[in-house]
């Protein structure tokens, strides 16, 4: 089975702290995503990686980056927390030899206190 | 613009009733399409997803979804609702390309009435 594991389940932190979201997946995908999801605004892709060191924006970059030194790894980075970044984070991986479906992580429940 | 448009928001059926969630795409050409479940505090899991072919997709849990081209649609229905389909529901469509990347519906909640 295809597993794509994210570091935490639940994270609290405060305001103006440096905040790492890790995510790891098993089927040496090429393509990951990072997602925030919000209450009545479905996924928002923040950024996404079609290979090592590769990485693009997606639609809410602002505040975020992103790093993948190895292929099965990709970390969210919140260089500075702020209370309006307080949502689910949910890690993806997909390959274009499989059709493109994404496989989801469990997600992180970040809250920015 | 590409999208992808969910009308409903929320959803109440009665357990044993039958279920059909609207999913509206617009789209260059022919997509990749998608249907995820979501429960509760867990990521997405994958019903369903229409590449080619038929365009009548079979899915787990008895869920199937029909791809109806001329009306940019890709519905997803379910003859007998059980209790445990309780979630929410995410439409998706991609592109044919190495980057993968989907566009998502805003979702659907499905209420369950016993």
């Known amino acids: 089975d295809v597993k794509v594991t994210q570091s935490s389940r639940y994270l609290v932190k405060r305001t103006g702290e440096k905040v790492f979201l890790e995510c790891v997946q098993d089927m040496d995908h090429e393509n990951m995503f990072w997602y925030r999801q919000d209450p009545g605004l479905g996924l928002r892709l923040i950024y996404f990686?079609?290979?090592?060191?590769?990485?693009e924006k997606g639609d809410i970059p602002e505040g975020y980056s992103v790093s993948r030194e190895k292929k099965e790894r990709f970390s969210l980075i919140l260089e500075s927390a702020s209370t309006n970044q307080t949502s689910m984070y949910l890690c993806?991986?997909?390959?274009?030899?499989?059709?493109?479906?994404?496989?989801f992580g469990p997600g992180t429940r970040l809250t920015v206190l | 613009a590409q999208s992808v448009t969910q009308p409903d928001i929320h959803i109440t059926v009665s357990e044993g009733a039958s279920l059909e969630l609207r999913c509206n795409y617009s789209?260059?050409?022919?997509?990749?399409l998608f249907w995820y479940v979501q429960s509760p505090g867990q990521g997405l899991q994958l019903l369903l997803k229409y590449f080619s072919g038929d365009t009548l997709v079979q899915g787990i849990k008895g869920f199937e979804a029909e791809f109806k081209r001329s009306q940019s649609s890709f519905n997803l229905r379910k003859p007998s609702v059980h209790w445990s389909d309780a979630a929410e529901y995410f439409c998706a469509v991609g592109a044919r390309s190495n980057t993968g990347k989907l566009i998502f519906g805003q979702g659907t909640t499905l209420q369950v009435k016993p």
């Open positions: 789209y260059g050409a022919t997509p990749y």
């Open positions: 990686s079609y290979d090592v060191k590769m990485k």
């Open positions: 993806a991986s997909s390959s274009p030899g499989a059709g493109n479906e994404q496989f």
